[in-house]
T-cell receptor, first 114, second 116 residues
Framework: KQEVTQIPAALSVPEGENLVLNCSFTDSAIYNLQWFRQDPGKGLTSLLLIQSSQREQTSGRLNASLDKSSGRSTLYIAASQPGDSATYLCAVPNSGGSNYKLTFGKGTLLTVNP | GAVVSQHPSRVICKSGTSVKIECRSLDFQATTMFWYRQFPKKSLMLMATSNEGSKATYEQGVEKDKFLINHASLTLSTLTVTSAHPEDSSFYIC????????????FGQGTRLTVV
């Protein structure tokens, strides 16, 4: 059974800092990995999708890396802003199942202070 | 990205009543939709997978008679919480997938259900 762990559970940084969020998964036979953002009481916004054949993906100030063999992914946020404050979730497809059925980590609650 | 709309965003109902939540894919045909449940400060947990025109597949521990799922068309899936109890209060989120979209899943805005 796939398990996803995210570290740290919470992070508070001053505006402008670069930061790294970590995600690890137990079954490395994944098809892809997704990073999401969730604002309080809201749904999920997809940030980045990394295919298993890729090592990283970039979108604006966000960069996600994937090391499938070690079961790890990181989300790097450059020059953080207060508007980046949210919960960040990583998710991978369930082992042996549909590639769309996702197992989520518990998330990292990020607070960027002005 | 593709748009998934979920309605309502919030609902309060009395214990014993039923509540229906809708999930629509607005600009693509979703062959498969998924329903997740999220408890406070917990991960999203997959409840069931719904394929258009067939019965939903429920995850272990999820009562199919309690959580009725219907996927009548390629753009609409519904989740009905029957005979709701306070312990059913939670945040429910749907996602939709389209085989042509490179295996990426798109999520609705979520529904906050409160049973009083």
């Amino acid at each position: 059974k796939q398990e996803v762990t995210q570290i740290p559970a919470a992070l508070s940084v001053p505006e402008g800092e670069n930061l790294v969020l970590n995600c690890s998964f137990t079954d490395s036979a994944i098809y892809n990995l997704q990073w999401f953002r969730q604002d309080p009481g809201k749904g999920l916004t997809s940030l980045l999708l990394i295919q298993s054949s890729q090592r990283e993906q970039t979108s604006g100030r966000l960069n996600a890396s994937l090391d499938k063999s070690s079961g790890r992914s990181t989300l790097y946020i450059a020059a953080s802003q207060p508007g980046d404050s949210a919960t960040y979730l990583c998710a991978v497809p369930n082992s042996g199942g549909s590639n769309y059925k996702l197992t989520f980590g518990k998330g990292t609650l990020l607070t960027v202070n002005p | 990205g593709a748009v998934v709309s979920q309605h309502p965003s919030r609902v309060i109902c009395k214990s014993g009543t039923s509540v229906k939540i809708e999930c629509r894919s607005l600009d693509f045909q979703a062959t498969t939709m998924f329903w997740y449940r999220q408890f406070p400060k917990k991960s999203l947990m997959l409840m069931a997978t719904s394929n258009e025109g067939s019965k939903a597949t429920y995850e272990q521990g999820v009562e199919k008679d309690k959580f009725l799922i219907n996927h009548a068309s390629l753009t609409l899936s519904t989740l009905t919480v029957t005979s709701a109890h306070p312990e059913d209060s939670s945040f429910y989120i749907c996602s939709a997938a389209w085989a042509g979209r490179n295996t990426e899943a798109f999520f609705g805005q979520g529904t906050r259900l409160t049973v009083v």
